[in-house]
């Protein structure tokens, strides 16, 4: 079986039509109906279409001939012999033989070609992936990976513009750098003056409407009056102008963005950016490619995410190894000692790891989760500040899930209750709700499944209640 000479026979076809027979053949009917085979096959179904074939196709195993079925699939396999009891196997020389008919398939269908076959398949790839990959708009971590790259893209932009504007309106009122030095005011102040001979007192409310600050606008119209600079004509001022106007505008935009940003993370990662930040959490998902692969990260790999090189650097010249990467921007890190550094960026790497996964893997996103866990790493550096002894990790995530629980319990009481009929009437009206009961238990099932624990004993009774009075309703 595993010999070359076997697995080079199974390309043979003359070879492999000795050993295989075709006995029959059902094709799809429809692209559909391959789609909808093909996907409950990976759920572990076996779909109708299927169980007729074999009904009709294989005989059925007498005590002395037993009758194998040889699947590809185990979950297919065993979902085969629980519907039908058919004896299954994937293994030993099931694999050789499904190579060979796979390899051969064309052959051994009259009318079907290669070229026919491969079309086929790629038609079902591309649909059966496209219905497998289901995104949830509202949690796309593509579009926040996006966002931090262009954010970044957009400082590095803006101070190299303003700088620009600096050095280019310097020639004309040098005087004026040195009493308005922020990048974005200046631009704005620019765009404001013009030409400084122009400057006079009639301009000294827009100055302070825009600088805030009526000291300075006094100084630049006093700045103005004894400038060193050189004159400028109109055609290099309008420039200046419009490319200040050009800078604001970006200065604007990457504050919309930033917003945007905060959205976004509140809607994918709420837990991580409570914990860590808007930006610096963004970066994290964006240097790991996606929340789900954060998620898989553990602890040590999160905390010096970012430092691949000096890592590397390290680990070649045996020398430390990093303390931080990313993680080097949180408050955290700049807040502790010189001594502790290396412990808070350690204990808040492992509070990011799991606060990622939850993000990941929680159906409703709260950040009842990342403020506790924010919590712990401020009570952390009070105790290694004062000595005060923090809260158990236990005890902190139990109040957590208790909160959680409150809260989408609250999210998915929004919509106000019915009050409860009498009895009598409640009976005639089961049978009319009964769906609607149905989904209702179903949502409480569902609601304990997920860990949650039953604030009293009281909604539990009532369910039974509601059952014996559902089937009382059937009955009659």
Known sequence: MLLPQVEASVTDLSRFNSVVKLIAFSPFKTALAALESINSISEGITPEDLQLFLDSCIPKAKKKEKVVLGVSDPK????ITETLGIKCDHTGVVPELIRGIRFHFHSLIKGFTAKSSGVAQLGLGHSYSRAKVKFNVHRVDNMIIQSIALLD????????????????????????????????????????????????????????????????AQAIIDASKSSMGMDISPVD?????????????????RKQLSEYLRSKMAGVAPNLATLIGDQVGARLIAHAGSLTNLAKYPASTVQILGAEKALFRALKTKGNTPKYGLLFH???????????????????????????????????????????????????????????????????????????????????????????KKDKKRKSEVLENGTQNGTENGDENSFVENGVENETEEPVKKKKKKKKSKSLGEAE
């Open 237 to 253: 001022l309008l420039n200046i102008e419009m490319f200040a106007a050009r800078v604001i505008a970006l200065a604007d935009y």
């Open 330 to 420: 949180s408050t955290f890190i700049g807040r502790a000692g010189t001594k502790n550094k290396g412990r808070i960026s350690r204990y808040l790497a492992n509070k990011c790891s799991i606060a990622s996964r939850i993000d990941c893997f929680t159906d409703i996103p709260t950040k009842v989760f990342g403020e506790k866990l924010r919590q712990q790493v401020e009570d952390r550096l009070k105790f290694y500040e004062t000595g005060e002894i923090p809260k158990k990790n236990i005890d902190v995530m139990k109040e957590a899930v208790e909160e959680a629980a409150q809260v989408i319990a609250s999210m998915e009481t929004e919509t106000p209750k019915k009050k409860k």
């Open 76 to 79: 297919l396999g065993a979902s």
């Open 153 to 216: 893209q957009l400082d590095k932009d803006i101070n190299t513009f303003s700088m620009r504007i600096r050095e280019w309106y310097s020639y004309h009122f040098p005087e004026l750098v040195k009493i308005v030095p922020e990048n974005y005011m200046y631009a704005k102040v620019t765009q404001l003056i013009k030409n400084r001979k122009e400057l006079t007192e009639e301009k000294l409310e827009a100055l302070e409407e825009v600088l805030m600050d009526s000291a300075k």
